[in-house]
């Protein structure tokens, strides 16, 4: 966490003599993308003009590196350095400099998130090749005028073919468009009907607002009047769109992209990476005509400098992407919609812990822009900022063009289970039959990964469990691999028990996705299966790729873990089963397990019956009466709602309080278990807010190192923040192999 105290590194060591005859040059602060919480001075040479936000380049200890010109002194010692010994800003990078908005937005979420505030611009930089020298690239084109080569071949006159309209391409794409080798193409430069040139830079295609004239209908109408006016409101405001899968929040809320670009200012689009699927880019692409500026984690290295700097300079408009398009270096953010904003991979808990959504909220009011939620099963959050009237709710309450919402019903596993070693029930398994008979896609939905979450010897009782954390190891029958899901740890599937050495001993329990596979190929070996699970599709092009087929009806039986509950829309399928709709429950700790069951049940039964078919969604359940099971079956949200808000309101837990977790870890278990106790000890007295804790973590190790948890809850009113930093001021520091993570707002309590 905070290194401060343990920073040797001085700015003023700088080896001037002091009789130097230096004219007092100005100095400006200047912050660089490490783990540290404040500016350092350097001067400006007189040939230099800074302003804040510019990108420069510094001396910083041993290295020289690019950080940015702050407006203002952050942190540091109060003590004022001599000027005279200040080392000087080396160069000035032709990057176009961050907004002071950007610079306050980093300050925000460091404050907020406790992280230190080189670390979030660490974040806002995240686009290395942004910052290097733009190197020309260099392609081909036809020489005008050259002789034919004498030595034609078929693949020479293919490339001949492709560049006869004097276009310059790289070598790689003249190859791939003329089916033939780079070799070909560099043998024609060599005789001289083709020459390098550069090539020219591409350019972003500019999206139009009135592409596409969408009519819209019923509730539609209202919510887009709502949109637009958001946007013609100049100010900040949020809306949550809150609509049932189906009912056209996304065309909704392209009007308000449509309206921000109209104005001439750029939009954001933030959506759960898995969602940005080809079927989202198509309907991007027929409402805008071009397609969007995607930030995704599949781009590489070029593209993402690429866009970084077309963000930056305003040519690219709207930016379609996860949750660190967020932090993209936008010059004129007009609007930013977050889609599926109940999505637990808002929620970074990796180096700066920050929710962002909540942090688009933050963005928004910063700016004075407004922020649109949308989702078919919001957040508690944010139903609740919505009853007390902080976001605008604008419902869409039935799905577009008369197609209904699905029936579901629970199988009660207790009555009608399957037979052992199976786990689809008898009548699970006749509407399977059903839909099959009636040339429709059944979607059969399991939360988890591989083929069995457990192995088990028969003789022994042994169950295999990672070697460095506490979990049992997963079997992935396709790999022929067991797999720990919390470090990458995997081994063979072993022949004998590890433990008791007998051979052939060991079983597989439980079902994973692979095994429900299994089960149906086994019952339906006429249909075609398509399995989705993260482990099994390499990208998310591989990922659009499968989507699209079963898209395209070619797919007849479709077995997934989470990645199919999201945003896809499937005209054909008519049915989802849910195999174990208790799994998400049984999570005791967190107090968003019901939330989160119940939005993903919701969501995915949510995909039958988009089209005109009825749909029809089953739920096999041991407690069916369940409340989480009782509103996913009776339909009715709103007494879920009532119920878990109410739930939340006496046990004072977000949002009607806040929770910060602190968590230690070390190789040594008792050094991490007398670590926590210490910094336990060190927690400052206050009258309104609990610290609970240490307690080991229920994943108590990983990775090999020993985990241990506190909780501070406070109610919403009390400054958490404050209270944690005069709390890690007093508390001992993580030295040597101890770590302390500090995660505001935690969604995870493993
Ligand atoms: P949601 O985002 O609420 O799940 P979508 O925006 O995906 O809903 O809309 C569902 C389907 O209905 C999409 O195929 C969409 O193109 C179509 N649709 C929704 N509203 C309209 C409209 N006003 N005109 C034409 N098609 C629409
Ligand atoms: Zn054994
Ligand atoms: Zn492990």
Known sequence: MRALNSVTL????????????????????????????????????????????????????????TGVVWDTQVGGSDKPVDPKKLKAIQDCLDVPPLSVLSLRFAEWIARYSLSDLGMVLRMMMSAPAAFEAQKPKFGVRLVVGAPLPSRMTDARQRALDVASDGEVRSKARLAEDAACSTAVINGLVKVGVLVECALPAPVFGQPRFDHAEVEFEGDQLAAVHAMVSAVDGDTFSTSLVDGVTGSGKTEVYFEAVARTIERGRQAVILLPEIALTSQFIGRFEARFGVKPVEWHSALSAPERGRIWRAVATGEARIVVGARSALFLPYCDLGLIVVDEEHDTSFKQDDRVHYQARDMAVVRGSLGGIPVILASATPSIESHVNAR????????????????????????????????????????????????LGEKQQALLFLNRRGYAPLTLCRTCGHRVECPQCTAWLVEHRFRHRLHCHHCGFTLPIPKKCPKCASEDSLVACGPGVERVAEEVSERFPEARIVLLSSDLVPGLKELRSLINRIEAGEADIIIGTQIVAKGHHFPNLALVGIVDGDLGLALGADPRAGERTFQLLHQVTGRAGRAAAKGRGFVQTYMPEHPVMQAIISGDREAFLEKEISIRERGGLPPFGRLVALIVSARDKHQAEQFARDVARAAPAADRLAVLGPAEAPIAVVRGRHRWRLLVKAPKDLDVQAYCRQWLERAPQAKGDLRLTIDVDPYSFL
């Not at 007189?46 to 020289?64: R, T």
């Not at 029936?407 to 839909?435: H, Y």
Request: proline share 11%; glycine share 8%.
């Open 388 to 435: 007390h009237g902080r976001y605008r709710h604008v419902v869409l309450s039935s799905r577009y063009s008369g197609a209904t919402m699905p029936d579901v019903g629970a199988i009660d596993l207790r009555q009608e289970g399957p037979e052992t070693g199976k786990w689809l029930s008898p009548r699970l398994v006749n509407e399977i039959e059903t839909t």
């Open 10 to 65: 001085e700015t003023g060591q700088l080896d001037l003599t002091s009789d130097q005859e230096t004219a007092q040059l100005p100095c400006v602060p200047v912050l660089l993308p490490v783990a540290l919480d404040q500016t350092y001075d350097y001067q400006v040479p007189p040939d230099f003009e800074v302003a804040p936000g510019m990108f420069v380049k510094v001396p910083f200890g041993p290295q020289v590196r």
